[in-house]
């Protein structure tokens, strides 16, 4: 599923990103977020397999959320400039969201994520 479109949620239901583009593949994962100008709030990119990214060619920051392979936050790093470079150990891929928005919905370490079909539907996998 390149590019596909999913929702995000928290473990209670809550919105973590309404329209998630998943980016599972090297030309996806490779172009992500290149020749954008931002992300809309609610807004944002999954790519996996990730462990890091960098922020090279970008013209805004963002909120980088490292995942581990159950889509239990690992790591936040807020408001990642371009021109920089962001990992840790273990991540299986990074959800990438508008500078602001990690901090605005309380993402922290610990916090259990889940994709959904933007529909509402079942898990996204």
């Not at 020749?35 to 922020?55: K, Q």
């Not at 060619?57 to 790591?75: K, Q």
């Not at 920089?84 to 901090?103: F, K, P, Q």
């Amino acid at each position: 599923m390149s590019r596909a479109e999913v929702r995000i949620e928290d473990a209670h239901g809550g919105v973590v990103c309404e329209t998630c583009t998943v980016a599972d593949r090297a030309p996806a994962r490779l172009r992500g977020l290149l020749g954008r100008r931002g992300l809309a709030s609610g807004e944002g990119l999954l790519l996996t397999p990730a462990p890091s990214i960098h922020t090279w060619f970008m013209r805004f920051p963002i909120d980088a959320v490292f995942l581990d392979g159950n889509l239990t936050v690992l790591a936040v790093r807020p408001n990642v400039r371009p021109w920089r470079i962001a990992g840790r150990r273990g991540a299986r891929s990074v959800l990438e969201l508008s500078a602001g928005d990690a901090a605005r919905l309380e993402l922290e370490p610990g916090a259990n994520l889940r994709m959904r079909e933007r529909n509402g539907g079942g898990d996204g996998d």
